[in-house]
């Protein structure tokens, strides 16, 4: 196995040890139901955005209606006068006005049946997280209680600090298959609840529907294809983490560039020449550092390949080639 590829197991395992350690059953609970709380609120003012709306256009439709008023006093003042074809614009235009108001009305009763269906999702949604703040309680308790309890058994029982860490092995596990239990059974009341329905989904008429559906079967089958594409192409790049210096995506066209820096790396390593290994880690760094481009702190990927810091020296390198 090459020096490469074993710095990059050891990177892993100790970064999945880490991730396990920093697991806490009760701060994972608490974190779901704030996530829970804040699509509460993201509801609720989609409530209020599509009360907004329907008030707007009450207003439009009360404009309207006094503009109709108007128009047909017009119509008869101008009618008195015998100014007949003045009389015809003003009806004219009141009958413009008319058509848009009865658009306007069946547009405030579509906004309002949206409210109301909006509002009973709303009302599911907050006894769904009622129901999960009391289930998140009762387990964080029995957590703390386990936990208690295990401390106390083994204190009394003077177990060695092996069998110490087997227990808690044992007692995270189970935690984590309770916490997933938990969390499986609340998405399925989410999804139960009709929450994540699209609420505007059924507004519009039978030819704006199947109109509807023929573009978004378009978007599906081009995504689909994208897709297809994707997993038939290689591997396009590869991504090369640097101590100390973080990750940078290498073309996988400089694969066999990597290959050859990796064996003249064993090769200082198995001749002991210090000299050599610090200048074959230092080109193979630059080499990265050169021909690739940094990866952003905020992007979550994992590293195919882990390069060493300039400073390794012989005995560290021997160190890692052996597992230690």
């Not at 015809?88 to 009763?109: C, F, N, P, S, Y």
């Not at 989904?201 to 689909?224: F, W, Y």
């Not at 400089?254 to 074959?280: C, F, H, N, P, T």
Request: glycine share 6%; no cysteine; proline share 2%.
């Amino acid at each position: 196995m090459s020096i490469l590829r074993r710095m990059s197991d050891v990177f892993q395992q100790k970064v999945s040890a880490a991730v396990d350690k920093a697991e806490d059953p009760s701060q994972a609970l608490d974190l779901s139901y704030q996530k829970q709380l804040d699509a509460l609120q993201q509801a609720r003012r989609s409530v209020a955005d599509v009360l907004t709306s329907e008030k707007r256009l009450e207003l439009q439709a009360d404009q309207l209606t006094q503009s109709i008023a108007k128009l047909q006093n017009q119509a008869r003042m101008a009618l008195g006068q015998g100014k007949e074809d003045l009389a015809r614009e003003a009806l004219t235009r009141a009958q413009v006005a008319k058509t848009q108001l009865d658009g306007l009305t069946q547009q405030i009763e579509t906004v309002k049946q949206q409210e109301q269906k909006l509002e009973i999702t709303v009302q599911k949604l907050q006894a769904r997280i009622e129901t999960f703040r009391m289930q998140r309680d009762t387990m964080k308790a029995q957590y703390q209680a386990a936990k208690a309890t295990t401390n106390v058994s083994e204190t009394a029982t003077g177990l060695s600090e092996q069998m110490a860490d087997v227990s808690m092995m044992v007692d995270r596990s189970r935690d984590k298959i309770a916490q997933m239990q938990a969390r499986s059974a609340a998405v399925g009341q989410l999804l139960d609840s009709g929450v994540l329905d699209d609420v505007a989904s059924s507004s519009g008429d039978d030819i704006d529907r199947q109109l509807g559906a023929g573009s978004g079967d378009a978007a599906v089958q081009a995504q689909l294809e994208a897709m297809k594409q994707q997993l038939t192409l290689p591997d396009a790049n590869i991504v090369v983490r640097v101590q100390g210096e973080g990750q940078f995506r290498l073309a996988g066209s400089y694969k066999s560039e990597l290959d050859g820096y990796d064996q003249r790396v064993m090769a200082a390593i198995d001749a002991g020449q210090a000299a050599a290994l610090k200048e074959s880690v230092h080109e193979v760094i630059a080499f990265v550092q050169t021909h690739g481009v940094p990866v952003p702190d905020t992007e979550n990927v994992a590293s195919q390949v882990v390069l060493p810091s300039e400073d390794l020296t012989i005995d560290e390198a021997k160190k890692i080639m052996a597992g230690a």
